[in-house]
Every structure is written in structure tokens, then in C-alpha cells.
């Protein structure tokens, strides 16, 4: 894993105004997500990447409290995988199936297509604190999850993009450099400066390559702008799940109070009910006294 090194994101503009930018170093964030979850290597590579996506994705929006969660539903043995972000860059996700047992390696590459599944879905929920958050959704086009970022940017919201996001696996399982990068084309961009952008992006490393050779976020913007890129700020970003003893509770309440007098039939034995979140891992246990209050609130 890189040393003294701290994942952050740079959102920047280049070309005055009209290229909107972003990269990011996204390593902790990689690594904590396989540790929570168990993650095999495959499995750690799509549920980063799709995590350095949405870290990507979150920094368009406009104030912190808002948030942006992409959902992959594949064909594969990995089954529903789901990154959430919000303005302050923080990230979280999960995997329906850590450990799939479908072969690691595809020619000499992490199988990220072969546990995701090349046909399915991807959504983007966009909440904005209106009173009904944006969805959009579209087919997968290949499963390697860059480029279904993508193609959601293109076919849903008709911006011009191109996405790259990787995660290196050490030998032991450990996350050694995972990032990526993004780049819009907004109108205005003539065909010269496009067609620029586009060599330099076809000419650029992996973009693990990049990170473990020591580019930082501002390098990489440096190598597809090498004219020069504004950037508008620098934002740490890192693993968060929101969940707490009371949320779990009011999630727990709003069951209703049949479901809780049920779970608290099935659990009465032990005189504990324990609920482990599904983003983090994170157990809570109940006893059998804050159960019943539960079921009390839960029938007003």
C-alpha cells in the first residue's frame, strides 16, 4: 500500500471552464472496503472501482449533505453491488457476495467483468434534498465498471465523458493503489481541444500504474491537460457509514409492530436481538427490554 500518502480528490476545470475534471487517490478507501467485507481479489477491484466512481460522481454535487449512490446489479456471481457518497467525500459500499469463487484472473487482469457480469444494470440515485431524489438508469455495457460510468454519463445525462478507475491486488489480497479519473466535455469544446484530450487520454498509464509510481491526483490531471488545469479544490476523502444504535432502532420501528414482536419471539431465548449493518459490519445488540420499547413506538 503507498506510504505517507493520504487519499484525496481534485476537482479542477481546464480549457476555461468548458472541461470539467476530477481525479482521485482512493487507496485507504479500497482497503477498508475489502477488509470490512472479506472481499476475494475480483470482487475488491469492481466494489473499489465502483467506489472511486461514486466518490467522482458525489464531487458535482453542490452542497455536502447531498448524496449520490450507483448500484450495479450484474449477471454475475457477485450479485448487487452499491456505492454511496455525499458531498464531504465520504464513501461506503457493499457486495451481495464477497467471495464468489469464479476464477480471479482473466488474460492476466483481475476478472472484475467475470464476478460483475457483462449484461445488467446500473442506477445513479442523485438525492439533492428535494422531495424525490433523481434516478437515472442504464444497461451495462461491459462489467469492468469505468466504462458503464461512462456510458451513464453519456446516454443519461448527454455529457461527453470518459472514465478510468483501477484497483492493484497484492499477491496476499492486500489493496496496493486504487484511484481514477474523469473528464466532461461541456459544449463549447472545439474539435481541436477534443480531439487533444482524447489522444492524451488514450495515451495515459493504467491508472494504478500511475498511483504506484508515485502520481498524485494533480499528476494525473497533468498528464491529460498538459497545457495546464485549474483546479478548484483538494478534498480528502474516506471511508463513512452514517449508522448508529438510534438508527438502527428507527429502521428496526419502522418494521411495524408485528415484524418486531416476531423477530423478538424468534430471539426471546437468548434475551438478545443483534443487527449488523450491512454497509460496514457494524453489530448492534439489543436486549429484550429495548426490543419491546421498539415495538411500542412502532405501533403509534
Known sequence: MKSGRSDYLVRATALDGRVRAFAVDSTGVTAELSGRHGTEPAVTAALGRLATGALMFSAMLKKSQHTVSIRILGDGPAGVLLAAANGNGEVRGLVGRPVTGADQVSNGKLNVAGVVGRNGRLTVTRDLGLRHPYVGVVELVSGEVGEDLAHYLVSSEQTPSAVGVGVFVGGGGEVAAAGGWMVQLLPGVPTADATRIEDAIRGLPHPTTMIRSGDTPEDVLARIFPSGFESLDRLPVRFHCPCTAERVERA???????????????????????????????RYTLDTAAMEAIAVRARR
Open 252 to 282: 428496526l420501528s419502522l418494521l411495524g409492530e408485528a415484524e418486531v414482536r416476531s423477530i423478538l419471539e424468534k430471539d426471546r431465548a437468548g434475551g438478545i436481538t443483534e443487527v449488523t449493518c450491512e454497509f460496514c459490519g457494524e
